[in-house]
Each structure stands twice: as C-alpha cells, then as structure tokens.
C-alpha cells in the first residue's frame, strides 16, 4: 500500500507544480521558495531541535502559545516550524520574526523527507491537529525521532474515510509516539483505526490555551484611541467565497435601522482581498483598506481587512462577530478568539471543523447559529443590536467557555517534557 502511494506520489509531481503554477496567479508566493518543497533547506535552520509542523494558517494560531512555552521551557533549543501554505509562513514569520527558523515541510516523497529530515535532525517532532504523511512518519520513527500528534483530532467522516485502508492505517498509527487527542471521542476514532492504547493522551485543546499578549492589548488600546468609536461595529471574520454577498447584503439591510454600523470585513485568504473590495465598490458602500492605516470617519461604512496576523486585535475592536467559513461548507473557524473579547458570536450552521468547541458554546448561549440566509444573518446581528444587555450575557457566557476549558497546554507540555528528557 505504502509503495503504490510512494510511485503515485512521484507521478503526480507534473499536476502539483501546475497547481503551485496555478494558485500562484492569485497568490504569487505559491511561485517561490519551490526548493524547500523538496527538502533542500540548508543554511535555513539548525540541527537538533524541536520540529513543529502547522499546515496552515489555523494550526499556526493554535500552536502559537505551545511555540512560545516551548521557548520559554528550552530556550538553547532551537525551534523550526514548517507549514504548507504562503499564509500560514507569513503568520509564522509575523508571530516569531527570527526567533524560530521557518521553511515549508517537504512533499512526502522518501527522498525529499531524506534529505529534510538529514539536514534538521530534530530531537523532537511535533505535528498539530492531523496530519498523517506516511513516508515521513515512517523516517521519523525508522530515526528514532519521537513524534506527537498533537491538539489532535479525528471526525467519524474522516475516521470512516481511514478505516478503508485497513492495516495499513493501523500500522501507521503504531509508528507515532504519543496522539495527544482534543477529546474522548477523537481519542476513541484513533483506537479504532488501530492506534495502541498506550500511545494515546486526552489532553483537551490548547485552541482554549489563548490570552491576548500585553503588545496586543496596547494595540487594541492605541486602535480605540484613534479611531474614536462611539457607535456599533460588527466584524465579520475569515469569510470564504459566497458568504461576502450575504454578509453584505445583510449589512446593507441593518445600515438601515443603524446608520452608523460598522462592519469589519475580514476575508480568509488575501489571495481574495481584491475580490471582496470590488464586492464592497460595487454597492457603493464607504470604505476604507486596513492595510492604508487611514482612520475610519463617520462617513466610513465598511474596513476591509486587508492585512494578515491582525485579526485577533481587530475583533477587540468590534461588539458582535461573525466566524466565516460556517455558511458554506468549509467547517468554520476558530470561535475562539471573539470569545476572549467577551462579545457574543455568530456563526453559520457549517462547523464541522469546530464541532466540539461550538457545541459548548451553543450549549452555554455563548454562540449563535444562524442559517446561510441573508434573512438569518439579519435576524442574528438585528436581535443582538436590538438587546445590549443580552448581547453582553452572550458575550460573557463565551468568554466563561474559554476560561473553563484552558488547561490543555499544559497537559501538552508535559509529554513533551517525558520525551525531551529522555534525550
């Protein structure tokens, strides 16, 4: 089975250098650093450290209070972090600046991994949420190089998808140290596909480990200073394609009973940015880029949030949130980061990717859900605009949901712990 992946793999190399080609027409960083891609990645990092591997921008927020624990508890140890994507590099680079070496994790080729894993020799591999790549699983442990899984989770689809691979799933589980799942039942999908019991930790999800920085905060404060607002903003977050028409046209119908509603506008991907300001023109709104620092007038209606690694002090700046990707069906985001601004949360019906973390929030009145309708959005921010006190209780109740379920960095920290001492 193994093998048959390892021919495909080389096979399909002409359509994945087309697809780069082709997503970098949109986003041309998808054109460089191609190199690293194949494991070539000398004189960009240092040997025998902790390995980090966050496939994109998510799983790089989530690991961002791991990474800097992990410098705090080891800081002779040098980190590398790798990703997949341009965006999630640049949120590595924005977070971490040089204090961690960053290149992106090579294609799964046993070459490519060879020659990656020749030149890092980590002490340590660490793998947020789940990604299962054979070829380098299987050097990784062939090395004797510990590897966690960690903030790990598993969906039944996902878990029923696995299961048709048979042994070979149940042997590749075997090969990683320790799973450190999200919770009971992502921990029981892994025992069924085979993972020994041994090798799995519930931990919880450090998703919940987040506190604004006091660098963050001050911008917050510097933001409210400048722009002086004294009436309602809403921000809709992380959108993806097909919801920006209806976050729109809701707006448009709330500007109506609230004239001076701000929205801010923050798409998922800037690959996008230009597609959602053409959106915002062609209905005549006012508004202003984030990324041009101008600060919004009376007369603004909408900020479209055009820059990256900003968003968790721009939803400081709002009253209501929207967490994109829940009305279509991509799964949803992070809810998590309003959440520790207090204000109340709306999303759409579409998070499968958050489907734990939101269930607590909905069951706690923490979080709204509203349908992919520009009627439901309406009704959702109107009934909310329409009732502070209410909108304030929402807020709180989520916040408490943060507070209560942090504990999972932790737990982490401390199987990290077992085997870096070990070494």
């Not at 680079?93 to 070496?101: C, E, I, M, R």
Request: with cysteine.
């Amino acid at each position: 089975m193994q093998i048959l992946y390892t021919v495909l793999l080389y096979l399909i190399q002409p359509f994945v250098w087309l697809r780069l080609l082709w997503r970098s027409c949109k986003a041309p960083a998808y054109r460089k650093r191609w190199l690293e891609r194949y494991g070539f990645c000398q004189n960009k990092v240092e040997p025998n450290g902790i390995l980090l591997h966050a496939v994109s921008v998510g799983e790089t927020i989530a690991a961002i209070p791991l990474i800097k624990a992990l410098q705090q508890q080891y800081p002779n140890l040098p980190i590398t972090v790798t990703t997949m994507t341009p965006t999630g590099s640049e949120r590595v680079q924005s977070s971490f600046g040089d204090s961690v070496h960053h290149v992106y994790l090579p294609y799964d080729l046993p070459c490519a991994i060879n020659r990656f894993l020749k030149t890092t020799q980590p002490k340590l591999v660490i793998i947020m949420e789940t990604e299962l790549w054979p070829n380098f699983i299987g050097q990784c442990y062939k090395r004797n190089i510990p590897l966690i899984l960690a903030n790990a989770r598993l969906s039944e689809r996902s878990a029923n998808r696995y299961r048709k691979l048979g042994r070979a799933i149940s042997h590749l589980l075997s090969k990683i140290s320790t799973v450190a799942a999200q919770n009971k039942q992502d921990g029981e999908r892994f025992i069924s596909l085979g993972l020994p019991s041994d090798h799995l930790a519930i931990t919880g999800s450090i998703k919940f480990d987040i506190d604004l920085t006091t660098q963050q905060q001050q911008k917050i404060t510097t933001l409210k200073q400048q722009w002086q607002l004294n009436h309602p903003v809403f921000i809709a977050a992380s959108t993806h394609s097909g919801e920006d028409e209806i976050i729109l046209s809701a707006f448009e119908r709330l500007l109506q009973t609230y004239p001076n509603l701000l929205l801010i506008l923050v798409p998922r991907h800037p690959e996008r940015f230009k597609t959602v300001e053409k959106l915002i023109n062609d209905r005549g709104l006012n508004y202003i880029n984030r990324s041009s620092n101008q600060v919004p007038t009376q007369q603004t209606q909408v900020i479209l949030g055009d820059t990256m690694g900003e968003l968790i002090e721009l939803y400081g700046m709002a009253d209501i949130a929207f967490v994109g990707g829940s009305l279509v069906k991509h799964g949803g985001h992070n809810p998590l980061e309003p959440a520790l601004h207090h204000i109340p949360i709306i999303s759409g019906e579409h998070f499968f990717n958050f489907k734990v973390i939101c269930e607590q929030l909905i069951s706690a009145n923490g979080m709204i859900t509203c349908a992919s309708s520009e009627d439901a959005l309406y009704s959702a921010v109107n009934a909310l605009l329409a009732n502070k006190s209410n909108s304030q209780q929402i807020g709180e109740q989520a916040y408490q949901v943060l507070k209560q379920n942090q504990g999972a960095l932790n737990r982490l920290l401390n199987i990290i712990n077992h085997y870096l001492c070990a070494k």
